[in-house]
């Protein structure tokens, strides 16, 4: 496998975290899941930002070693894509964004069906969903690349998504330059 950074995006209970531990398993390569770190370290000022360039970090180090990483994260914003572009190209890697996304019935769903509470920072119920995206006012709709992009609808089965982003990174590799010999 080339050397490649899946840079998860999406909001929450849209099923980022169950497709990339697919994956993940799948490929058999890290899985860096930026709530990991923002749980430890909650009770610092600018935790949400912290973790961001902790988890870019570590996902530097294991492209530094010569594998391929998955970054989950919302990457609700501009500058995590462009993070992720840049960390990719200093480490001459390819990059996929896989933004996972449902209709609204079934986000609000499982955004109802999270227990209030479950976790001092992750969203919980519809009502608070809505209430962060107002915050975000739109900050999550920026263009990406098409060569970096897949979005999946992660109401379909989880062996069905892993192998739609297993075949965009085929199409990926099969654009990989020819190295002289």
């Known amino acids: 496998m080339p050397l490649t950074l899946i840079a998860m995006k999406g909001h929450p209970a849209t099923g980022k975290s169950t497709v990339a531990e697919a994956l993940a398993r799948r490929l058999r390569i890290p899985l860096i899941d930026k709530d990991d770190i923002k749980d430890h370290i909650l009770d610092l000022p600018d935790a949400n930002e912290r973790a961001y360039c902790v988890m870019w970090r570590i996902v530097a180090t ?24 840049e960390i990719a190209a200093q480490h ?7 933004e996972t996304v449902l209709d609204e019935a079934e986000w609000r769903r499982r955004l109802d069906a999270r227990q209030p509470g479950y976790s001092t920072h992750k969203i919980s119920g519809w009502a608070a969903m809505q209430e962060m995206l ?23 089965p989880l062996d069905q998504l892993v192998d739609a982003v297993l075949a965009q990174l085929a199409i990926s590799w099969q654009h990989l330059p020819i190295a002289p010999s």
């Open 62 to 85: 294991q492209l530094d070693l010569g594998l391929s990483v998955i970054a989950v994260s919302p990457l609700s914003h501009p500058e995590s894509y462009a993070r992720a572009q």
């Open 92 to 98: 001459a890697a390819r990059l996929l964004v896989v």
């Open 134 to 156: 107002r915050r975000y006012n739109g900050c999550w709709q920026y263009p990406i690349a098409a060569e970096h992009h897949l979005q999946l609808n992660t109401a379909q």
